[in-house]
């Protein structure tokens, strides 16, 4: 069982930045593609972005693309998402998220097998 532990949500202003890590329990992180996920009050869990297992390859939802940027750390078992130019609709609970299929990289909640708690992101206009 691989456990994902985030963290580094918080409160922040509209424009600003967040950084979040994922830490994972696993000896073989570096086979797993890792994905951030996102779900604000009342609506959905939605893709936000998706990196490989090398970190050759990665996708970002369309609303995120050229803000957010995800980076992965094999070295130290952990995956990163930095957000810069935080908006008030960013606002949510962010997941890490790891799918043990080799050569899938997927945006698709349903594609991945383990799960963190959930770190609370808010942006205040």
């Known amino acids: 069982q691989v456990q994902l532990v985030e963290s580094g949500g918080g409160l922040v202003q509209a424009g600003g930045s967040l950084r979040l890590s994922c830490a994972a329990s696993t000896r073989t992180f570096s086979s797993y593609t890792m994905g951030w996920f996102r779900q604000a009050p009342g609506k959905e869990r939605e893709f936000v972005t998706t990196i490989s297992g090398r970190g050759r390859s990665t996708f970002y939802a369309d609303s995120v693309k050229g803000r957010f940027t995800i980076s992965r750390d094999n070295a130290k078992n952990t995956v990163y998402l930095q957000m810069n130019s935080l908006k008030p609709e960013d606002t949510a609970v962010y997941y890490c998220?790891?799918?043990?299929?080799?050569?899938?990289?997927?945006?698709?909640?349903?594609?991945?097998?383990?799960w963190g708690q959930g770190t609370q992101v808010t942006v205040s206009s």
């Open positions: 998220a790891g799918d043990s299929t080799i050569g899938v990289v997927s945006k698709t909640s349903r594609a991945y097998d383990y």
